[in-house]
């Protein structure tokens, strides 16, 4: 079946410093990828998507090109903020699967001032 | 208000009691979710609907019972809730374009001890 994985957390970075998330998936058709971002005590937010190969989606300074050659998407932020702390996820949808999403455990990102 | 809201926000009971979550969204979404949050292994698929009165199992079913028979609402009941079934449950809803985003309620973090 189809899957995500994403590199375990947390992750700690300095405020301005590079974050990459590195998400891995397996599907048998041509899947949507998506990030998900949750904040402390909130529901989950859709943060990006990309719906084919080689599609960039990028949102509030995040970045994810959909790579089918190597089955990736990994997410990408040049200079975080105090305020990118938060867990987040990726996430795959089958075209024919309701929009029903396949999530990956999530990797929690700390930034420090 | 609009959006899409969970009930109770937190709720601790025993194991063998019958316990029911509320979902409910104004925005006339055909499509509904719920998952469940668990570290280790991010977000997993209980059940889903696609209309009112159209349900199916997800990836981890077993021991709850769902019901749609109005479009705002989609309860989810733990039958006899065991402590396996203690994790922060979310209901999301779509809309019925294709890769249309999922929006999550703010989640029930339910304990059975």
Known sequence: ??????????????????????????????????????????????????????????????????????????????????SDSAVYFCALSDYDSWGKLQFGAGTQVVVTP | ???????????????????????HQTWSHSYMFWYRQDLGHGLRLIYYSA?????????????????RSKTENFPLTLESATRSQTSVYFCASRGDSTNEKLFFGSGTQLSVL
Not at chain 1, 42 to 68: C, H, I, P, V
């Open chain 2, 51 to 67: 209309a009112a009165d159209i349900t199916d199992k997800g990836e981890v079913p077993d021991g709850y019972v769902v019901s």
């Open chain 1, 1 to 82: 079946g189809d899957s995500v994985t994403q590199m375990e957390g947390p992750v700690t970075l300095s405020e301005e410093a590079f974050l990459t998330i590195n998400c891995t998936y397996t599907a048998t058709g041509y899947p949507s990828l998506f990030w998900y971002v949750q904040y402390p005590g909130e529901g989950l937010q859709l943060l990006l998507k990309a719906t084919k190969a080689d599609d960039k989606g990028s949102n509030k300074g995040f970045e994810a090109t959909y790579r089918k050659e190597t089955t990736s998407f990994h997410l990408e932020k040049g200079s975080v903020q105090v």
């Open chain 2, 1 to 23: 208000d609009a959006g899409i809201t969970q009930s109770p926000r937190y709720k601790i009971t025993e194991t063998g009691r019958q316990v029911t979550l509320m979902c």
